[in-house]
Structures are given as C-alpha cells and as structure tokens.
C-alpha cells in the first residue's frame, strides 16, 4: 500500500534551518509530482511547494519563494524541503503528498519556529 512518512521537524528559532524529507512507498515514486503542504494552528491546510515527476519548474507559495526549495531523488524514493530563514509563520504541521487521480497524504512533521 502507497506509504507516506515524513521526519526533520522540530523547533528552532527565527532565521534558522531545517530539512524535512518524506519518504515514499507502495508505489512508482518516479511517475508521480510530489508536494509539500502546511497547516497552522487554526488555519486551513496550504500548498508550499510541488516538483513533477520529471524535470520541470517546481513551483512554491509567494510566502516561502527564495526561502524553501523542493527536490527529489528518485532513486531513494525520497521527497525533501529545504527551508531557511525561517520565520514564526512558518509553524505547522508539514505534510508530504503524492499527486494524482488519487492522492495520498503523509502523517505531517511539526514544525515550530519560536522568535
């Protein structure tokens, strides 16, 4: 069955890093774009970042563009999100999810940046 699992959330302080991966399962990791979401504390769940299957333009939030970047590897099944500068704003819980006719979600990684 298709497997999700998120790790690398944790709490650190206004303009540090952190690097969230999502490993995947079940399924042909490389036939599949794959995207980072975030949901705040009282707020709805929001898109951050997508990156397709193969080359092409990943695309990201206004709120996090020039700070996070989304990659890949497919040999490792493996989805990250590289986020730097990161601000209060950016607390969440991060979840990964497989795109397509069917989508699959992660349990989410909590993150939580203190000022």
């Known amino acids: 069955q298709v497997q999700l699992v998120e790790s690398g959330g944790g709490s650190v302080q206004s303009g540090e890093s952190l690097r969230l991966s999502c490993t995947a399962s079940?399924?042909?990791?490389?036939?599949?774009?794959m995207s980072w979401y975030r949901q705040a504390p009282g707020k709805e769940r929001e898109s951050v970042a997508f990156i397709p299957s193969f080359d092409g333009r990943t695309q990201y939030a206004d709120s996090v563009t020039g700070r996070f970047t989304i990659s890949r590897d497919n040999v490792k099944s493996t989805v990250y999100l590289q986020m730097a500068d990161l601000k209060p704003e950016d607390t969440g819980v991060y979840y990964c999810?497989?795109?397509?006719?069917?989508?699959?979600w992660g349990q989410g990684t909590q993150v939580i940046v203190s000022s």
């Open positions: 079940g399924f042909i990791f490389s036939n599949f774009g």
């Open positions: 999810k497989r795109e397509g006719v069917v989508d699959y």
